[in-house]
């Protein structure tokens, strides 16, 4: 079987047994969102450029959850592909462990519509997470092909990041990741993220400073867009997000 409609089939089973395993006290919210560089990982997915993102989302009392979210992508084009949309959905279950840990396990398919790439990018990863108190981890493992990497199934992405509550909305976010690229270990590489968010009225303010380890040894870098710009440089990225 394909893994887009493996993956379908499981989010929906979630979100089925989520409804029904419910006692009314589910929880359904939408939200839109803009960014001036849509950096996934700390690569560019819309080679530098503006991206504008959706989702919906459903939450319930059980601990279930499903969603689904998409976004303006360039990143397949410039492979030599169609896609300009990454469409991803999503199930898992959230629990409550003993001293505040809070586990998070599920399952996040990444579909690029039309892709027409000789190597599918289509990618199918579970994850596992924990968080207690600011501090939180996360491990993604692919049970595909990675993001259109050949021979890359059992690719890893671990994730450390801490989320400080500065009063009156304010959050401070700082994270690093490494992304590990199986069977391909020269498009490994790892990254960093310092990001400040402001909530306000439904919307979420933010402004990230990102950076990817991408370059090699003569300073060229192994993630570029067809004008030769490195898609992990440093930046300063802006967004917004309506959550309703």
Request: proline share 3%; charged share 15%; with cysteine.
């Amino acid at each position: 079987m394909k893994p887009i409609p493996t993956a379908f089939a499981i989010a929906a089973l979630i979100l089925g047994t989520a409804c029904q395993a419910d006692d009314g006290a589910s929880s359904f919210s939408f939200n839109a969102s803009a960014t001036t560089d849509y950096r996934y990982r700390g690569i560019s997915q819309s080679r530098l450029g503006p991206a504008l993102q959706g989702g919906a989302d459903l939450s319930t009392a059980t601990g279930l959850y499903a969603g689904a979210w998409a976004s303006t992508i360039q990143w397949i084009r410039d492979a030599g592909g169609d896609a300009s949309i990454e469409l991803d959905v999503y199930g898992g279950y959230k629990a409550a462990l003993p001293h505040g840990v809070t586990l998070d396990v599920g399952l996040l398919h990444y579909h690029y519509p039309s892709h027409h790439l000789a190597v599918s990018p289509d990618t199918t990863e579970i994850y596992a997470g924990a968080s207690l108190g600011v501090l939180s981890l996360k491990y993604s493992h692919a049970v595909t092909n990675l993001f259109g990497f050949a021979d890359s199934r059992n690719s890893g992405y671990l994730d450390l990041g801490l989320a400080f509550d500065l009063g009156d909305g304010w959050t401070l976010n700082p994270r690093v990741g490494h992304q590990d690229v199986a069977g391909n270990d020269l498009y490994s590489y790892s990254d960093l993220a310092v990001g400040v968010a402001k909530a306000l009225n439904g919307w979420a303010l933010n402004a990230t400073l990102v950076y990817a380890d991408t370059e090699r040894l003569g300073g060229t870098s192994v993630y570029v867009s067809p004008g030769g710009k490195d898609l992990g440089g440093a930046a300063l990225t802006l967004g917004a997000r309506l959550t309703f």
